[in-house]
């Protein structure tokens, strides 16, 4: 149950947020399983393309301003590394200072 604690606590967060679309959840929800996936450490690195793949996104240009909205409106923190071999760091901010068992 405890690995699905961070995604509840993001639904409860946008429970009243009229911002969040359908595109916002998949995208953070791929956040939350390639964190998962690798150690839960925050921030976590990962290429866009990588995300996108989980999160069924296949523009860019969507996946860049979704991503940039979530950071806008506090629900991660986004550093982008602008260069093709450098990954992009996100905090999730939901899940900062916490460490969940598998």
């Known amino acids: 149950m ?3 604690k961070p995604l509840s606590d993001f639904f409860a967060a946008i ?20 964190w998962q996936l690798y150690g839960c450490q925050n921030p976590l690195c990962a290429y866009s393309y990588e995300i996108m793949r989980i999160a069924k996104i296949s523009a860019p240009a969507t996946y860049h301003k ?5 950071n806008d409106y506090g629900y991660i923190q986004y550093e982008p ?9 996100v905090h999730l901010l939901l899940v900062q ?3 969940f068992k598998d």
Do not use: C, P
Not at 81 to 89: A, G, L, P, V, Y
């Open 15 to 34: 429970e009243n947020d009229a911002r969040i679309s359908i595109t916002h959840i998949g995208i953070y929800a791929a956040l939350l399983h390639y």
């Open 2 to 4: 405890e690995r699905i």
């Open 81 to 89: 590394s602008f260069k093709r071999n450098q990954s992009s760091k």
């Open 97 to 99: 200072n916490r460490s």
């Open 66 to 70: 979704t991503v940039k909205e979530l």
